[in-house]
């Protein structure tokens, strides 16, 4: 390919037709007809020397060359758009764009309520979506700007990443009001529940994934105790709406079981082993750290999110 000669105009119709799949929808994002598409989409053929796209179904699929091709791209372009608008101020009253945050539901209950009551009042014209956190697929999620920004426990991140240290999460077991079994062993809410209980009663574990092992086991494992997991869910809700029509327990973060108890008539015991908090961080790509948008909305949401950290939990800097 001659590059002196090529067509940068051609990335745009190439980087629309890798996001949709289709000429006619590559045209609608890009304003031009579906002729025009299909003649510019012949040009990078003959200029890459490559098929690009093959027809599959009604759509295309690119070829292995072509998504080499798609995040490279469409990065560059993003830099390119980024460097000719220049640095442009940020007003949030009159701001319309979206924002997608990747969490559990955990952040269902306590970040959103909140985080709509401030947009609501301070940038009306913004959308914010939460969407279901794919366990070990953030990455890709950010990568591919299927999210702005991942809420998740701190672990070892790409160094393309950014991060915020958010809050400390700790554990605690929950029952639903009038146990039998914890109302016979004489435990109030509030008290730490025995050891011997938590190891006899059958637990509802949160795992997306459907595995049957997760942090509260390997804590039981140190003190050479298991417990019997007996139900998965893939949402905290389901978790403690299970918990409450029965007589399971779980093990869940605390700040969420504060929220949604008093509604579903749970109650909140200590454990009697410990399992290390889990620091919640936010993550996003280093592209859209300078981002003024972007940056005002992960203010926002740490403002909120902070407020959750446990005591005088000390966060890294």
């Known amino acids: 390919m001659n590059f002196a000669t090529f ?4 990335l745009r119709v ?7 799949g289709s000429t006619v929808k590559a045209g609608e994002r890009l304003g031009m007809s579906q002729s025009a598409v299909s003649g510019a989409l012949a040009r990078l053929r003959l200029s890459l020397k490559d098929q690009l796209f093959v027809r599959q179904g009604q759509g295309l699929s690119p070829t292995d060359y072509a998504r080499s091709l798609a995040m490279p791209v469409h990065e560059e ?6 460097l000719l608008a220049g640095p442009a101020a940020f007003d949030p009253a009159a701001a319309s764009q979206t924002f997608k945050l990747a969490g559990s539901d955990f952040f269902a209950e306590c970040l959103m309520p909140e985080l709509a009551h401030a947009l609501q009042t301070r940038a009306p ?3 914010v979506q939460l969407v279901d956190l794919v366990p070990q697929s953030y990455v890709t ?7 702005d920004m991942a809420l998740i426990p701190d672990a070892g991140f790409p160094d393309w990443t950014d991060r915020k240290p958010l809050f400390w999460s700790s554990f605690t077991a929950i029952a639903r009001k009038g146990h039998p079994e914890i109302a016979k062993a004489q435990v109030s809410p509030g008290e730490v529940l025995p050891l011997d209980l938590i190891c006899t009663l059958g637990h509802v574990l949160f795992s997306p994934e459907g595995k049957l092992r997760a942090m509260g ?5 140190r003190t050479g105790r298991e417990r019997k997991v007996v139900m998965t869910m893939p949402v905290f809700s389901g978790v403690c709406r299970a918990v409450s029509e ?11 079981a504060e929220k949604v108890a008093p509604a579903l008539g749970l109650e909140l015991y200590p454990l009697p082993f410990p399992i290390d908090p889990a620091l919640i961080v936010g993550v996003w790509h280093k592209r859209s750290t300078a981002n003024a948008a972007h940056k005002w909305m992960r203010d926002l949401v740490a403002s909120i999110l902070l407020r959750l950290n446990e005591g005088e939990a000390r966060l890294p800097g």
């Open 141 to 147: 999620s950010l990568e591919r700007y299927e999210a």
């Open 246 to 256: 029965s007589d399971l327990i779980a093990l869940v973060p605390r700040q969420f």
């Open 14 to 20: 190439l980087d629309a037709i890798l996001r949709e």
């Open 7 to 10: 067509d940068l105009n051609l």
């Open 77 to 82: 372009l993003d830099r390119l758009e980024q």
């Open 125 to 127: 014209g913004m959308r």
């Open 217 to 221: 086991d390997d804590a039981l494992a």
